[in-house]
């Protein structure tokens, strides 16, 4: 068993920041990436930014600049964070969080696989 989960999410006025956060937890063997993606209403679902097991990050292009993703710290195995700065009502989404790399199975075997969290809503009022 392997979950991820998110939280963080809330209302918030344009201009102003949240911090999400992600765990992951279960059967882990080793993570290779955690990565946030964002679905809007009525739009699909988009990478917003993805940090690897060697810290290197990457971001969508529109995004670069307002939103940091970072890595496990003070000891939190399996965790990532996405400050969100300068929000905008069009940020207003359903942030999802992904862990893919190689989990243990009942069988004691290891696999290659990605999870998906339930996702945190996002809401930025104008």
């Known amino acids: 068993q392997v979950q991820v989960v998110e939280s963080g999410g809330g209302l918030v006025q344009t201009g102003g920041s949240l911090k999400l956060s992600c765990a992951a937890s279960g059967s882990i063997f080793r993570l290779s990436a955690m990565s946030w993606h964002r679905q809007a209403p009525g739009k699909q679902r988009e990478l917003v930014a993805t940090i690897t097991d060697d810290g290197t990050t990457t971001y969508s292009d529109s995004l670069r600049g307002r939103f940091t993703i970072s890595g496990p710290g003070d000891g939190a195995k399996n965790t990532v964070y996405l400050q969100m700065d300068s929000l905008r009502p069009e940020d207003t989404a359903v942030y999802y969080c992904?862990?893919?790399?190689?989990?243990?199975?009942?069988?004691?075997?290891?696999?290659?696989?990605?999870?998906w969290g339930k996702g945190t809503l996002v809401t930025v009022a104008s």
């Open positions: 992904n862990a893919e790399g190689y989990f243990i199975n009942s069988e004691e075997h290891v696999y290659e696989e990605n999870y």
